[in-house]
């Protein structure tokens, strides 16, 4: 069984539309996240819900939005595509604070914005 | 903020020899962690180190914390071609409980 899975694994769009990727653990933890990934590979925290709320949001253009229905569960909606969104983006979770331990990370979803 | 830093991004070896690698940080760190992320692939856990001066061992991996906590090395003994990837470290922000901030990461390429 896949600990974090997002789907979908790869997304081509246009510019202008509006997209979403979903990610789904099993392992029980409270605490979600997502990363973006750039072509240099920089790893850059976006958001993190505990428990179905949000804990941690960077500075991120407010045409990300992200959802998480349960703590199972953190999507991320993002509007007006741009692209400069294209990237890879990485879901992941984590032990809740503070026993903040290591992160499984999903697969990934490749963003590549036309 | 705090910056966790890793330089240089990237370092080619020939299979066999030995690797080491740097991760530094602005602030004093409650832990470390690193992380390996193969070609294509996602990020994934090696180790974490949360006592001063720790050495932790995986096979041929030795991974160490400083005496300060402000900065950790990675050796990899006798490199081999399944070694290739990208390896972060990571540290917590702001204190103990906050979100991690990772390093850039660098590329090792293995020639065989």
């Given at each position: 069984?896949?600990?974090?899975?997002?789907?979908?694994?790869?997304?081509?769009?246009q510019m202008g539309n509006d997209k979403s990727i979903k990610c789904e653990q099993n392992l029980g933890h409270d605490t979600m996240y997502w990363y973006?990934?750039?072509?240099?590979?920089?790893?850059?925290i976006m958001f993190s819900y505990?428990?179905?709320?949000?804990?941690?949001?960077?500075?991120?253009?407010?045409?990300?939005?992200?959802?998480?229905?349960?703590?199972?569960?953190?999507?991320?909606?993002?509007?007006?595509?741009?692209?400069?969104?294209?990237?890879?983006?990485?879901?992941?979770?984590?032990?809740p604070l503070p026993m903040a331990g290591e992160?499984?990370?999903?697969?990934?979803?490749?963003?590549?914005v036309l | 903020g705090q910056q966790v830093m890793q330089i240089p991004q990237y370092q080619?070896?020939?299979e066999g020899e030995d690797f080491t690698t740097y991760c530094n940080s602005s602030t004093t760190l409650s832990n470390i962690q690193w992380y390996k992320q193969r070609p294509g692939g996602h990020p994934v856990f090696l180790i974490q180190l949360v006592k001063s001066g720790e050495v932790k061992k995986q096979k041929r991996l030795t991974f160490q914390f400083g005496e300060a906590k402000k900065n950790s090395s990675l050796h990899i003994t006798?490199?081999?071609?399944?070694?290739?990837?990208t390896y972060?470290?990571?540290g917590p922000a702001g204190g103990a409980?906050?979100?991690?901030?990772?390093?850039?990461?660098?590329?090792l390429s293995v020639r065989p």
């Amino acid at each position: 069984d896949t600990a974090v899975s997002q789907t979908p694994k790869y997304l081509v769009t246009q510019m202008g539309n509006d997209k979403s990727i979903k990610c789904e653990q099993n392992l029980g933890h409270d605490t979600m996240y997502w990363y973006k990934q750039d072509s240099k590979k920089f790893l850059k925290i976006m958001f993190s819900y505990n428990n179905k709320e949000l804990i941690i949001n960077e500075t991120v253009p407010n045409r990300f939005s992200p959802k998480s229905p349960d703590k199972a569960h953190l999507n991320l909606h993002i509007n007006s595509l741009e692209l400069g969104d294209s990237a890879v983006y990485f879901c992941a979770s984590s032990p809740p604070l503070p026993m903040a331990g290591e992160l499984f990370f999903g697969e990934g979803s490749r963003l590549t914005v036309l | 903020g705090q910056q966790v830093m890793q330089i240089p991004q990237y370092q080619h070896v020939q299979e066999g020899e030995d690797f080491t690698t740097y991760c530094n940080s602005s602030t004093t760190l409650s832990n470390i962690q690193w992380y390996k992320q193969r070609p294509g692939g996602h990020p994934v856990f090696l180790i974490q180190l949360v006592k001063s001066g720790e050495v932790k061992k995986q096979k041929r991996l030795t991974f160490q914390f400083g005496e300060a906590k402000k900065n950790s090395s990675l050796h990899i003994t006798a490199t081999q071609t399944t070694d290739v990837g990208t390896y972060f470290c990571a540290g917590p922000a702001g204190g103990a409980n906050s979100k991690l901030t990772f390093g850039k990461g660098i590329t090792l390429s293995v020639r065989p």
